[in-house]
């Protein structure tokens, strides 16, 4: 069986591009020319794995890849793979549980996403950067050693910091009319929010990098090209509608109080703690300026929050 680079949340926010890029990638590079994808989903009939099922070097497969076995890796000869977890409470364990059916399934290498660099330490209020940070240290352990990895630490998706302005320019567009803007970022602090996927292609570049021990351990930050503002936001709207925004609300948290009202069986408290993760933000830690350099080196981000606003117009 042909060696295989497992790509698991392939209709994700990063996984479709890096399935994207590496079935571009792999007929020009020698090493990898004879390297197939699996692309892995919940739901192989959606129109997002149909897609990616037309792509060259491409298998889509329909799995839940918390249930994936050492045994399920060897079968398919898995030698490396990307990895986007779910930021749910129980994160750690399913993912960590991977992470063990990897080493042991002899992967040489896995490239996860983890999340904003300054908030992966073991203080962290909010809770899911405390589960990448236990992942990041259960990977650096002697025990792991076998593994090489590599965690991505990118910034906030524009998609989600953008999305509230998008949709109060459709809305004005429709009915003339303006509702209040609500808006995560502070007004003035800078942010480097970057393409999920511009993420994709710098994690695809690096799953076939044939010298992958440069990588190994490392954690690298992502963020955009360009940084962004709530004020600067605010400007890209009003060029749009061609008059003032009325009513602006930064730092607004206010969907987490939606969220905590949906059915779950999570701790509403642990979930209210999100609210916690954009303090670094806010605080102007997330810059474009922090971008690793190796990430700048093999496949720098590219798409600026004013372009990526304009698809998302269009």
Same mark, same amino acid.
């Given at each position: 069986?042909?060696?295989?680079?497992?790509?698991?949340?392939?209709?994700?926010?990063?996984?479709?591009?890096?399935?994207?890029?590496?079935?571009?990638?792999?007929?020009?590079?020698?090493?990898?020319?004879?390297?197939?994808?699996?692309?892995?989903?919940?739901?192989?009939?959606?129109?997002?794995?149909?897609?990616?099922?037309?792509?060259?070097?491409?298998?889509?497969?329909?799995?839940?890849?918390?249930?994936?076995?050492? &045994?399920? =890796?060897?079968?398919?000869?898995?030698?490396?793979?990307?990895?986007?977890?779910?930021? *749910? $409470? +129980?994160? /750690?364990?399913?993912?960590?549980?991977?992470?063990?059916?990897?080493?042991?399934?002899?992967?040489?290498?896995?490239?996860?996403?983890?999340?904003?660099?300054?908030?992966?330490?073991?203080?962290?209020?909010?809770?899911?950067?405390?589960?990448?940070?236990?992942? &990041?240290? =259960?990977?650096?352990?002697?025990?792991?050693?076998?593994?090489?990895?590599?965690?991505? *630490? $990118? +910034?906030? /998706?524009?998609?989600?910091?953008?999305?509230?302005?998008?949709?109060?320019?459709?809305?004005?567009?429709?009915?003339?009319?303006?509702?209040?803007?609500?808006?995560?970022?502070?007004?003035?602090?800078?942010?480097?929010?970057?393409?999920?996927?511009?993420?994709?292609?710098?994690?695809?570049?690096?799953?076939?990098?044939?010298?992958?021990?440069?990588?190994?351990?490392?954690?690298?930050?992502?963020?955009?090209?360009?940084?962004?503002?709530?004020?600067?936001?605010?400007?890209?709207?009003?060029?749009?509608?061609?008059?003032?925004?009325?009513?602006?609300?930064?730092?607004?948290?206010?969907?987490?109080?939606?969220?905590?009202?949906?059915?779950?069986?999570?701790?509403?408290?642990?979930?209210?703690?999100?609210?916690?993760?954009?303090?670094?933000?806010?605080?102007?830690?997330?810059?474009?300026?922090?971008?690793?350099?190796?990430?700048?080196?093999?496949?720098?981000?590219?798409?600026?929050?004013?372009?990526?606003?304009?698809?998302?117009?269009?």
């Amino acid at each position: 069986m042909a060696p295989t680079i497992l790509v698991v949340g392939a209709t994700g926010n990063t996984g479709r591009g890096v399935v994207t890029t590496l079935s571009k990638l792999l007929p020009s590079i020698a090493s990898f020319s004879g390297h197939k994808i699996i692309a892995l989903t919940r739901y192989s009939s959606g129109a997002e794995a149909q897609k990616l099922a037309t792509l060259p070097h491409v298998e889509v497969v329909e799995y839940n890849w918390v249930d994936i076995t050492a &045994e399920w =890796l060897q079968e398919r000869n898995i030698v490396r793979v990307f990895i986007a977890p779910h930021a *749910q $409470p +129980n994160q /750690f364990s399913e993912e960590s549980a991977f992470h063990v059916a990897a080493l042991h399934g002899g992967v040489e290498y896995v490239v996860r996403i983890s999340t904003t660099a300054p908030n992966v330490r073991p203080d962290c209020k909010a809770f899911y950067p405390r589960s990448h940070w236990a992942i &990041e240290a =259960l990977l650096s352990s002697p025990e792991f050693n076998r593994l090489r990895w590599t965690s991505l *630490q $990118p +910034n906030v /998706f524009t998609s989600f910091i953008l999305d509230p302005a998008s949709t109060f320019v459709k809305e004005f567009r429709k009915t003339g009319k303006q509702g209040p803007l609500r808006l995560v970022s502070s007004e003035d602090a800078p942010v480097g929010i970057v393409d999920a996927n511009d993420v994709a292609v710098f994690a695809a570049h690096l799953l076939v990098e044939d010298d992958i021990t440069k990588h190994d351990k490392a954690k690298y930050v992502l963020n955009g090209p360009e940084d962004i503002t709530g004020r600067q936001i605010v400007e890209l709207i009003e060029k749009e509608i061609g008059t003032k925004v009325e009513e602006v609300h930064f730092k607004d948290m206010s969907f987490l109080e939606w969220l905590v009202n949906q059915p779950t069986s999570e701790s509403k408290s642990i979930i209210l703690s999100m609210r916690y993760a954009v303090e670094s933000a806010w605080a102007g830690l997330c810059t474009a300026s922090t971008t690793s350099k190796a990430v700048l080196e093999l496949a720098a981000p590219e798409v600026t929050p004013a372009e990526y606003f304009k698809t998302m117009l269009s």
